[in-house]
């Protein structure tokens, strides 16, 4: 097969080349090639498939099923390597959990699925980190909520087996009774709010913990333009940060929970529009190393109920790039070599694996994408839904 007169564009930039396929592998990237089974991609970028390190399956209940569906639906929207949080039910926080949720990995025809570990157990007290990732899980995920002495053993661990750790930033005793961001907004529905600085107290400390032990961490799921601020300066200083951001967050402040809407209810709260634009110009100049769909899907039952009872989340998948792409390259803050960056590149390096890179040799996980393409979003547990966006993939090769 080859695909004729496609954009190429991966980490390397762009170009307008065919492309040879064979056996599902690329053979060939020239112009002028020839087969007798040809796909004409003219106007159409031929992209690599998207990783996203930080998604759930339905209700976060960990089981086949879900797991399938989960692959399955992220493949159809673009995504080809996903990673489970590991806050699920039941946690993946030792060995019986583990294996569990490895036999649902089997036989998928979706996309990849790996699995993190959760170094903390349901008590807070430190999980058997050093066997789960011998057994498969490829990064621990903890939750600040860990106590300094607890942290600094999942810090050592990482340490010893040289993998990035996960850290979701946040306090518990400011997020308990909270159930939006503190602000104007929630002043105004009469709900419980859950101040910026449940985040930014934690990412300053694991920054320090960063430091000190010489590790690898990604905050996970970043809300606070300061969070963002203390990150890209720590960076500066040779301290081996990251930062991860949602297109929600990007895309949508505290004002989408207007009218009790439980859809824009999300962990980590949606921030003001201020602080919202504020993230856009961070990643506009490169702060934001990651983006991720911060896929959290709920059953209606869990979510159309009143806002503070509602779970937390909204799905992000089915329609990803669209999303991506309209959001944030049509609307000119980011380039489309860019995006591959933050959604390819840089989650593949944050496991441990290269991705984004579109050569001869290399089996094709890619789709094409047609940008000019309209579609409207129809998901009703998505804060998009009934929005006109661009961009549709018309073809996966996996």
Same mark, same amino acid.
């Given at each position: 097969?080859?695909?004729?007169n496609a954009?190429?564009c991966?980490?390397?930039? /762009?170009?307008?080349v065919d492309?040879?396929i064979e056996?599902g592998?690329?053979?060939?990237i020239g112009?002028?090639l020839?087969?007798d089974?040809t796909?004409?991609?003219?106007?159409?970028?031929?992209?690599?498939l998207?990783?996203?390190? =930080?998604v759930?399956?339905?209700?976060?209940s960990?089981?086949?099923k879900?797991?399938?569906?989960l692959?399955? *639906?992220?493949?159809?929207g @673009?995504?080809?390597h996903?990673?489970?949080?590991?806050?699920?039910?039941?946690?993946?926080?030792n *060995?019986?959990?583990?294996e569990?949720?490895q036999n649902?990995l089997?036989?998928?025809?979706?996309?990849?699925?790996?699995?993190?570990l959760?170094a903390?157990?349901?008590?807070?007290?430190?999980?058997?980190i050093?066997i789960?990732l011998?057994? @498969?899980?490829?990064?621990?995920?903890?939750?600040t909520i860990?106590?300094?002495?607890?942290?600094?053993?999942?810090?050592?661990?990482? %340490?010893?087996?040289?993998?990035?750790l996960?850290? &979701? !930033?946040e306090d518990?005793?400011?997020?308990?009774?909270?159930?939006m961001?503190?602000?104007?907004?929630?002043?105004?529905?009469?709900?419980a709010?859950i101040?910026d600085?449940?985040?930014?107290?934690?990412v300053?400390r694991m920054?320090?913990i960063?430091?000190?032990?010489?590790?690898k961490?990604l905050?996970k799921?970043?809300?606070?333009?300061?969070?963002?601020?203390?990150?890209?300066k !720590?960076k500066k200083e @040779?301290?081996?940060v990251?930062?991860e951001?949602s297109?929600?967050?990007?895309s949508?402040?505290?004002?989408a929970c207007?009218?009790?809407?439980?859809?824009?209810?999300? =962990?980590p709260p949606?921030s003001? &529009?201020?602080d919202? /634009?504020?993230?856009? *110009?961070a990643?506009r100049?490169g702060?934001?190393d990651?983006?991720?769909?911060?896929? %959290?899907?709920?059953s209606?039952?869990?979510?159309?109920? !009143?806002?503070?009872d509602?779970?937390?989340?909204?799905?992000?998948?089915?329609?990803?790039?669209s999303?991506?792409y309209?959001?944030?390259v049509?609307? @000119?803050?980011?380039?489309?070599q860019?995006?591959v960056?933050?959604?390819?590149k840089?989650?593949?390096?944050?496991?441990?694996?290269?991705?984004? *890179?579109?050569k001869?040799?290399?089996r094709?996980?890619?789709?094409?994408f047609?940008p000019?393409?309209?579609?409207?979003?129809?998901e009703?547990?998505s804060?998009?839904?009934?929005?006109e966006?661009?961009?549709?993939?018309e073809?996966i090769f996996?």
């Amino acid at each position: 097969m080859v695909v004729k007169n496609a954009t190429v564009c991966d980490v390397n930039g /762009q170009k307008e080349v065919d492309i040879r396929i064979e056996e599902g592998v690329v053979i060939e990237i020239g112009t002028d090639l020839h087969c007798d089974e040809t796909i004409d991609a003219a106007g159409l970028y031929f992209l690599p498939l998207f990783v996203d390190t =930080n998604v759930r399956v339905q209700d976060s209940s960990l089981n086949a099923k879900n797991i399938k569906d989960l692959s399955d *639906e992220a493949l159809a929207g @673009g995504i080809g390597h996903i990673v489970l949080n590991a806050q699920s039910t039941p946690a993946i926080d030792n *060995e019986i959990v583990l294996e569990f949720a490895q036999n649902g990995l089997h036989d998928l025809k979706g996309a990849k699925v790996d699995l993190m570990l959760n170094a903390l157990k349901e008590d807070n007290t430190l999980s058997n980190i050093a066997i789960l990732l011998k057994r @498969g899980a490829v990064v621990p995920y903890m939750s600040t909520i860990a106590k300094n002495d607890v942290a600094i053993k999942i810090a050592q661990y990482t %340490q010893m087996y040289g993998v990035t750790l996960f850290c &979701k !930033a946040e306090d518990n005793s400011l997020i308990n009774s909270g159930v939006m961001l503190e602000g104007d907004v929630s002043s105004k529905l009469g709900l419980a709010g859950i101040p910026d600085l449940s985040e930014v107290l934690h990412v300053s400390r694991m920054i320090e913990i960063a430091r000190h032990f010489k590790i690898k961490i990604l905050f996970k799921a970043i809300a606070s333009p300061r969070s963002v601020f203390l990150i890209d300066k !720590a960076k500066k200083e @040779g301290v081996d940060v990251t930062c991860e951001v949602s297109i929600h967050h990007l895309s949508n402040s505290d004002e989408a929970c207007k009218n009790f809407n439980t859809t824009a209810k999300l =962990n980590p709260p949606l921030s003001s &529009k201020e602080d919202m /634009q504020f993230l856009q *110009e961070a990643l506009r100049t490169g702060k934001i190393d990651i983006l991720t769909t911060l896929h %959290q899907p709920s059953s209606p039952l869990n979510k159309e109920v !009143a806002f503070y009872d509602a779970a937390y989340g909204c799905e992000g998948l089915k329609d990803a790039v669209s999303i991506y792409y309209t959001k944030l390259v049509k609307s @000119g803050i980011i380039s489309m070599q860019e995006l591959v960056s933050l959604c390819v590149k840089n989650p593949s390096k944050a496991i441990g694996q290269s991705a984004g *890179e579109i050569k001869v040799g290399e089996r094709v996980n890619a789709m094409l994408f047609n940008p000019d393409k309209k579609v409207v979003m129809y998901e009703k547990l998505s804060l998009y839904c009934g929005e006109e966006l661009y961009g549709k993939i018309e073809q996966i090769f996996n």
